[in-house]
C-alpha cells in the first residue's frame, strides 16, 4: 500500500492512497487512444540576489539559523522595480566560465510551496554541477491567506483576483540573469510543479521567444487552446500522474474555472508546433520510487516543425512524485535534446 499527503489548490492536504493497479494501465491505454517524508535536501548554498545594504551568508557558509524561504523572499536587488520587489535564488555550477553561454534552469513551486521546498524535493540544485546548467528559483507572491503562488492559467490559481502580472515578472528574472551571466538564449527552460507546471505552460505560450522548452509536473496549460499564441515553437514535456487527486489527469475544475487533461494539453501542443497527429508510445521506464517498477509510459508525437510535444504518465503516481535520483538527468536531458537550432 502506498500513501502520500499531497497539496490541494486551496492549501487542503488530500490523501492519496492505492497501488497500481490493472485498471489504471487501462484508463491510460484508453487516453493514448481517444506528506510521505521528503528530504528538503540543501537550500543554503543556493546564491541570494543581494540586497545593497544588507549582508547575507557567503555560498557554503552554515545558515542553518536562517528562515532561507523568507531570506529568498525578502532580500532584493535594485536592478529593476520588480527584481527590487520579489527577488530569487540562483545557482552557478562550480565549472561556470564566463566566456562561454550556459543553460538556464528556471524552477517553479506549486501553490503553497516555496523556493527552498521544490529545489530540495526535486534536488534540481544538487544537479547544477554534474550537468552545467545554471539554475533560478524565484518565489511566487502571497495570496490573502499567506500561501504562495503564481498567476498562471484561469484555472489556476488567482484564487482571490490580485491578478500580480507574474509574466513579467519572471520576465524580469530572466533580463536580470542575462545581464549578469553568460545565458545562452537557446537553452533558456522552466520547469514547474503543480501552480507553477501551470506557469511553465503560460511563460510557453507568452515568452516563446526566451523561453525554448518546458516539462511540467502535474500541471497543465487552458482549457481553452485558442488562448495560448506562442509566437513560435515552444517544446513540452507534461509529466503527470494518472492518480493524481489534485490536478486530475483526464482535467477537472478548479476555483478559477476548468482545466485539460493531461494528454489533450500535450496534443494541443503538439498542434502548435507541428507535430504529426496521434501520439507514438514509446515504452515505460522507472521514475516515481513509490510505484513498483517501471511504471511511466512515454508517448510523443513526431516529425514537429519545431520544438516538441512529450507526455510521461506516471501510472498509478499521485500528485506528487518521489524523484528517483536519475530525475535530474532526465528531465534536463529531454529538454537539453529539445534546445532550439
Request: charged share 15%; with cysteine.
Amino acid at each position: 500500500m502506498r500513501c502520500l499527503p499531497t497539496l490541494a489548490a486551496l492549501a487542503l492536504v488530500l490523501p492519496c492512497c492505492g497501488d497500481p493497479t490493472p485498471a489504471a494501465t487501462a484508463a491510460l491505454a484508453d487516453a493514448s487512444s481517444q506528506d510521505s517524508s521528503l528530504d528538503l535536501g540543501s537550500f543554503a548554498d543556493l546564491t541570494l540576489v543581494p540586497p545593497q545594504d544588507v549582508t547575507l551568508p557567503e555560498v557554503g557558509q552554515d545558515s542553518s539559523s536562517l528562515d532561507t524561504a523568507t531570506t529568498a523572499a525578502d532580500a532584493g536587488y535594485a536592478w529593476t522595480p520588480l527584481i527590487a520587489a520579489r527577488p530569487y535564488g540562483f545557482r552557478l555550477p562550480a565549472q561556470y566560465d564566463p566566456s562561454k553561454p550556459w543553460p538556464l534552469v528556471l524552477l517553479l513551486h506549486g501553490y503553497a510551496e516555496s523556493a527552498a521546498f521544490i529545489d530540495g524535493w526535486m534536488h534540481m540544485g544538487d544537479a547544477t554541477d554534474k550537468l552545467g546548467y545554471i539554475l533560478a528559483v524565484p518565489e511566487g507572491q502571497l495570496d490573502a491567506t499567506g500561501m504562495r503562488y503564481w498567476n498562471a492559467t484561469d484555472a489556476c490559481c488567482d484564487i482571490y483576483g490580485a491578478k500580480p502580472d507574474d509574466v513579467a515578472y519572471l520576465q524580469a528574472v530572466l533580463l536580470d540573469l542575462k545581464a549578469k551571466f553568460n545565458i545562452d538564449a537557446k537553452r533558456v527552460y522552466a520547469i514547474g510543479h503543480s501552480n507553477g507546471a501551470f506557469m511553465a505552460h503560460r511563460l510557453a505560450c507568452e515568452t516563446a521567444d526566451q523561453v525554448v522548452a518546458i516539462a511540467a509536473l502535474s500541471g497543465v496549460n487552458y482549457l481553452d487552446a485558442s488562448k495560448c499564441k506562442p509566437s513560435q515553437a515552444v517544446a513540452v514535456l507534461q509529466i503527470h500522474g494518472t492518480l493524481d487527486p489534485t490536478i486530475g489527469y483526464f482535467g477537472g475544475m478548479l476555483p478559477g474555472g476548468g482545466y485539460p487533461g493531461a494528454l489533450a494539453s500535450t496534443a494541443a501542443w503538439a498542434k502548435r508546433n507541428g507535430c504529426e497527429e496521434g501520439a507514438d508510445n514509446q515504452g515505460f521506464f522507472d521514475l516515481d520510487a513509490l510505484v513498483f517498477g517501471p511504471e511511466t509510459a512515454v508517448q510523443s508525437f513526431g516529425n514537429c516543425k519545431g520544438g516538441g510535444a512529450e507526455l510521461w504518465s506516471v501510472v498509478g503516481g499521485a500528485h506528487f512524485l518521489a524523484p528517483k535520483p536519475d530525475w535530474p538527468a532526465k528531465v534536463f536531458g529531454w529538454l537539453q535534446d529539445h534546445a532550439r537550432p
